[in-house]
């Protein structure tokens, strides 16, 4: 009888991955990626933005390679947008209208589209420079042809971006074509069924959770949680011993307990109203904090703000356990630094992150409670 050999182990793809982070929080989500894939990822640095759309270094960009699942890399949660990136060896790129080139770059798509069910994509989008010039227009169109898709010059779920390749790269006489993972950003949340002027976008929320260092036994805390995104995030972080949330105003607890109901988690999370000036809370209870302060734009005004801010950093000390994270997104900056670096202040800068948020650049102010 004849021996069977053993089948030797096919080597997994190699896939490479572009996402687009909220620029100044590029060392969360690596963390994030890091943390969750571990041994799959390997990361690149990015470079200097130019003219041709190219990422900036950090920039609001991560790009790793990837050696596992897909379907995996969808379960991001501080990632606005993800990206499966090839380069392509040509000079112009009219090249792409080629067959070889044509093939690969709808095996790309194929990837992208065999994450999702069969009826995910309807519309297709081409995003370059010169998207209006007659190459770029008859790719598109070929692609949508190919692809049985509604060209759309708007929205779209199926979303191509074309670009010349970085020139820091030793092959850089190329184009990169990149196609979105999935049909909408990672960052829309689908829990997310009841909007709320100045709500903070999902992404965004998820990172300053993690930036309090989630744990199970956490009391978690959300001071003026409006429609209730930083609640949902924590939950989806994962387990916590209680989740409480305080607004002053009924119309934003009413859309909070909607958006909570529709994650699946209304009833684990406490809502309340309460001034976050003076909560209806024990001292030394909470061990976890965040806030979406107002900015003085959308939301307060910086009179209102000069007033409220202390006493809201002072009520949070107040509840706060000894070692406690209050992590705090505000445009208030010298407010803040103000009140953080006066000799009795409760709280301990631990690091202040600067982001970018549709043309705005709040910090985010990691504190830890003075033990």
């Given at each position: ?14 896939y490479?991955?572009e996402?687009?982070?909220a ?10 990626i890091?943390?969750r894939f571990?041994k ?10 130019s003219k041709?759309?190219a990422?900036?270094?950090g ?12 379907r ?9 947008a993800?990206?499966?990136?090839q380069?392509?060896p ?7 209208l080629?067959?070889e080139?044509l ?10 589209r ?11 989008r ?9 190459v770029?227009?008859?790719?598109k169109?070929?692609?949508?042809e190919?692809e ?7 929205e779209a ?6 670009r ?11 184009w ?7 049909p ?8 997310r069924v009841?909007?709320?002027?100045g709500?903070l976008?999902?992404?965004?929320a ?16 959300n ?5 209730g995104?930083l609640l ?6 994962g387990?916590?011993?209680h989740?409480?949330g305080c607004?002053?105003?009924p119309?934003?607890?009413a859309?909070a307990r909607?958006n909570?109901?529709a ?7 406490a809502?309340y109203q ?26 307060g ?9 202390p006493?809201i950093?002072e009520e949070?000390?107040?509840?706060a ?10 445009h ?6 103000q ?14 992150l ?15 409670k003075?033990g």
């Amino acid at each position: 009888m004849a021996r069977t050999q053993p089948r030797t182990p096919s080597r997994p793809q190699t896939y490479y991955i572009e996402a687009d982070v909220a620029e100044g929080l590029e060392s969360v989500s690596t963390s994030e990626i890091r943390t969750r894939f571990d041994k799959f990822v390997r990361f690149f640095s990015t470079i200097k933005a130019s003219k041709d759309g190219a990422p900036a270094e950090g920039g609001g960009v991560v790009l790793f390679s990837f050696d596992g699942d897909l379907r995996d890399l969808l379960k991001l949660q501080t990632v606005q947008a993800l990206y499966l990136l090839q380069r392509y060896p040509i000079p112009r790129p009219k090249a792409l209208l080629g067959d070889e080139h044509l093939r690969n770059v709808r095996a790309q798509i194929a990837a992208v589209r065999g994450l999702h069910a069969g009826n995910a994509f309807k519309s297709l989008r081409l995003n370059a420079a010169g998207s209006d010039s007659a190459v770029m227009m008859r790719l598109k169109s070929d692609l949508a042809e190919a692809e049985g898709l509604v060209m759309s010059d708007d929205e779209a779920d199926l979303l191509i971006r074309v670009r010349p390749t970085p020139s820091i790269h030793e092959d850089s006489v190329g184009w990169d074509v990149l196609v979105r993972l999935s049909p909408r950003p990672l960052a829309t949340r689908a829990w997310r069924v009841c909007n709320f002027e100045g709500a903070l976008n999902g992404a965004v929320a998820h990172a300053m959770v993690r930036l309090t260092h989630p744990n199970p036994r956490d009391v978690y805390l959300n001071i003026a949680c409006g429609s209730g995104t930083l609640l949902v995030e924590r939950l989806l972080t994962g387990p916590a011993r209680h989740l409480i949330g305080c607004d002053i105003d009924p119309t934003a607890l009413a859309c909070a307990r909607q958006n909570a109901t529709a994650a699946g988690a209304g009833s684990r999370i406490a809502l309340y109203q309460a001034n976050g000036c003076a909560l209806p809370l024990a001292s030394r209870s909470i061990n976890a904090i965040t806030a979406d302060l107002p900015f003085g734009h959308l939301v307060g005004s910086h009179a209102e703000n000069l007033r409220i801010y202390p006493l809201i950093l002072e009520e949070a000390a107040r509840v706060a356990r000894p070692r406690a994270f209050f992590t705090v997104i505000t445009h208030e900056v010298r407010l803040m630094d103000q009140l953080l670096l006066a000799d009795d202040s409760p709280w301990t800068i631990e690091k202040v992150l600067k982001v970018e948020l549709g043309g705005l650049h709040p910090r985010i102010f990691v504190l830890q409670k003075t033990g």
